[in-house]
């Protein structure tokens, strides 16, 4: 036998609390992703997520290690407190809209995810677009990316399901925020 990694901890928690909402209807799980780098011998684990009644903007919660947490861990070196990193991303898609009209909504979406998460994440957007030849309407995604910027271990277990709560009002917040053509 051997002991689950701080990772495997987190990753059941963070999948339970997510499935659970799953199961009672208020979110809809879109994918999941349990990944092994050999070549760096890291993990990652994603799951993401949209609203029931709201599929253009989704929510991605990403947990990673590397092998130097993992072999901090294993070995129990104390050099210093091993852990994983969580991200938080929410992907916007809009069709029909300019790019100016796009980006011009993005210090609406920074102030707004600011205030909810109390200006502790560091926001990038990232914009791109491709043509929809099928509907010939131009698709522009933003990417939105909270980086928390630290690593968190067992000891935070109890606040995933305060995180996973922030991100459901996100994605309510960001839909009646965000305009969409009508």
Known sequence: MFDPTIFDNIKVVLEGIVYDLDLE????????????DLASMSRTYSIQFSKKQNNKISAQ????????????EI????????????????????VGQSIDEVSNQAQI??????????????????????????????????EIRLD???????NQLSDLEVLIDQVILSLNTLKDKVNYPT
């Open 25 to 36: 209807e208020i979110i809809q799980i879109t994918d999941r992703k349990d990944l092994v």
């Open 75 to 94: 070995l129990e070196h104390d050099m210093q407190q091993p852990g994983c990193k969580l991200e938080v991303n929410f992907v916007i898609d809009f």
């Open 109 to 142: 979406i920074e102030k707004t995810l600011q205030k909810i998460w109390e200006n502790r994440p560091h926001i990038t957007q990232k914009f791109s677009f491709e043509s929809n030849q099928e509907v010939t309407e131009v698709l522009i995604q933003n």
């Open 61 to 72: 919660c990403i947990l990673s290690t590397s092998v130097e947490d993992l072999s901090m």
């Open 148 to 154: 928390f910027k630290r690593k968190i271990n067992e």
